[in-house]
């Protein structure tokens, strides 16, 4: 400042570095300082520091009344001679000093020195959020106590993610009341990201998944994980996996797509519960981070069992922002639960922000600087290797290994930040899923139904829901062909029927069925019914959530009351029972879905309806024949000559 120190009409501001965000211009902050007629201006707050016995001597102002030496302006010769109000040790609270400069009422008054108490230019967030509106109508922060528009923003004291959160929508960085969804004004800006279409400028990588628990729908997780369209030849792999139980299924997956399969990495290892169960969960992020360095990558992908990614693009999105530590939103489907938080408390768990509920429905998109992140974090190296993360942290139990590298990411002031710009998946609901049957998640429409959805419906289903009845295929007439069911959902309940200690299907195919309320089956087959295998109210979901949207496009003017009294698998084979009489069915309409494959696993078979002289026999797996079940569509199930063949019956609406 020496060099100015006769400057007379030269304005110099000084302010906080890390904690401070500008408002406005530079003339709009001139011309407000020059209205006050102060020839230095010092920033207010509610409390009074380091030095509580100075009250007494503080004269009373409008607005705040206590001093801050955060922020400060005026001319400079002003500015010089209070640098020169008394010689101070190096060590001497700078705070204090401008304290004694300004409760020095004679000094005060030549050198016209005020606060800004009503914030006409700064505003200190402590102790005073509540009077700030973030003033979307306006586009300026507001002072609504005060009737004011600060200027300068400063999150002194514990006020950093306040800080952080007016950031992310001033100066003009999101504007909520531009479209449906607000318009972030910063996220078209190439400054500082990088150019993913350019594979020469992607980073090396690493993505580390983490089997902590059991874990539904596992080899979607890790199948589409090795599907993410990034360059082999620039990414590491490594799996965690502390869950015995999970141990065969993931070797099996990993002998697919990487020892036998086509996924060529960079480097790959996983590691069974044998070297990771002794570990703590802390210590385990920490060593996968730690790989990082060694293998000389430039990000870090953290990906927990718990999400399921539904695009191939979330790796490269995620590196094209550049960000020290960034994630993309991802939700429970139908629930406000999330991996961010916009605040936190003070012991660091969650604590609700005020725009959280506006983010996790996605009624503003953006970039969001946050507090907390989790389940799916992308890492840049720079921060790991400045030791500015960690996952080690003693204030936190074990369990708590996220919120402990939080923390120590927000307390070295790493930004930690979320992106729901696009639509990259969600968070799978983890508790009480069970481990007593074979295929477990075929029992988890109900608590993940998304997920069984991608799983176990046909890829094609939700293009039938669109078309007209003349649209659909009728291989017959009145009998409607649509895709229905996944192969992987007749892999599983076709083996999760074999699996079953002794032969469940034993037994069945006789006219006396105790199984049915009446005992008697007219025209019997050798089947399971889903009564057996407590899988009834999972299949009544399957009808009404996707069946029955088909039904009401074929059979127009009738709408699936949600009944099916007989649901279940039918098993021909060669040396068992090989065709089925003619007979009606006990329902209004039926379903037949097949299970395995014509011509394949087995030959012969198929639905003969005699009326219509129609026989229907090469069905795809998956694929669904809708009919009417009494009346008009008598029909006989053909002999197969060779093989097993398996169907999926529904009697609905009987």
């Known amino acids: 400042m020496e060099q100015y120190k006769d400057e007379d009409d030269m304005i110099v501001m000084f302010t906080d570095s890390y904690d401070v965000i500008f408002l406005a211009d530079r003339d709009e902050i001139v011309d407000n300082f020059r209205s006050t007629g102060a020839n230095f201006l010092i920033s207010a707050e509610n409390y009074l520091w380091p030095d509580q016995s100075l009250d007494s001597q503080y004269p009373d102002i409008k607005g705040k009344k206590y001093l801050c030496s955060g922020m400060m302006m005026g001319y400079a010769s002003t500015f010089w001679a209070i640098l020169n109000y008394k010689e101070i040790e190096n060590t001497y609270d700078d705070q204090l000093f401008y304290t004694h400069v300004y409760l020095d009422p004679e000094f005060r008054t030549r050198h016209k020195i005020q606060l800004d108490g009503t914030s006409k230019i700064f505003h200190n967030l402590h102790g005073a ?15 609504w106590e005060q009737g004011t528009r600060p200027q300068v923003l400063h999150g002194n004291g514990p006020t950093k993610i306040s800080l952080n959160r007016f950031g992310n929508y001033h100066p003009k960085v999101f504007d909520p009341t531009i479209g449906n969804k607000g318009k972030c004004l910063i996220c078209d800006e190439k400054e500082g990201t990088i150019d993913i279409e350019k594979t020469e400028e992607l980073p090396t990588i690493l993505t580390t998944m983490f089997i902590t628990e059991r874990t539904p729908f596992l080899d979607y997780f890790i199948n589409k994980t090795f599907s993410q369209n990034y360059p082999t030849e620039k990414w590491h792999v490594r799996i965690y996996n502390r869950v015995w139980g999970h141990a065969d299924h993931i070797q099996e997956l990993v002998n697919y797509h990487v020892t036998n399969g086509e996924k060529k990495f960079a480097s790959f290892k996983l590691m069974q519960p044998k070297e990771t169960i002794s570990k703590k969960l802390p210590e385990l992020y920490q060593e996968g981070m730690q790989a990082c360095l060694d293998l000389e990558c430039g990000f870090y992908f953290v990906m927990d069992s718990v999400i399921t990614l539904t695009s191939d693009e979330v790796l490269k999105d995620l590196v094209h922002w550049n960000r020290s530590v960034i994630t993309t939103q991802l939700t429970q489907p139908g629930q406000y639960w999330s991996n961010f938080w916009g605040d936190v408390s003070k012991d660091g768990f969650y604590k609700r922000a005020p725009d959280y509920f506006n983010l996790v429905k996605r009624e503003r998109q953006g970039l969001w600087n946050v507090a907390f992140v989790n389940h799916l974090v992308a890492i840049r190296s720079d921060v790991i290797r400045d030791q500015k993360v960690s996952y080690i942290n003693s204030r936190y139990d074990d369990s708590n290994y996220d919120i402990g590298f939080n923390a120590n990411a927000r307390k070295n002031n790493v930004f930690l930040y979320m992106v729901n710009l696009k639509q990259h998946g969600h968070l799978k609901r983890m508790e009480n899923y069970t481990s007593h049957r074979t295929h477990n998640d075929l029992w988890q429409i109900f608590t993940n139904p998304q997920d069984w959805k991608l799983t176990y419906i046909h890829p094609s289903f939700d293009e039938y829901l669109t078309k007209t009845r003349v649209e659909f ?45 009446g005992g008697y089956e007219n025209v019997p087959t050798v089947d399971v019914h889903f009564t057996q295998i407590n899988f009834q109210q999972e299949w009544l979901k399957v009808l009404r959530d996707y069946v029955a949207p088909i039904q009401r496009r074929v059979f127009e003017g009738y709408s699936f009351h949600g009944h099916a009294l007989l649901s279940f698998v039918v098993k021909y084979h060669e040396k068992g029972q090989r065709e089925l009489r003619p007979h009606h069915d006990h329902s209004t309409f039926t379903t037949n879905t097949a299970l395995n494959r014509q011509g394949i696993d087995y030959d012969g078979g198929g639905s003969y309806f005699i009326r219509q002289n129609c026989l229907v026999r090469d069905v795809d797996i998956g694929w669904t024949l809708m009919h009417p079940g009494r009346l008009t569509h008598y029909h006989e199930g053909k002999e197969i000559t060779r093989g097993t063949r398996y169907i999926l019956v529904s009697f609905n609406d009987p």
């Open 129 to 143: 959020e509540r009077e700030i509106d973030f003033g979307f109508g306006s586009k300026r922060v507001t002072n």
């Open 473 to 517: 295929p009728q291989p017959c007439p009145d009998v409607y062909h649509f895709p229905l069911l996944s192969k992987q959902f007749s892999w599983h309940i076709i083996h999760e029927l074999e699996s079953i200690p002794g032969d469940i299907f034993a037994g069945s195919g006789n006219n006396n069925d105790q199984r049915l309320a």
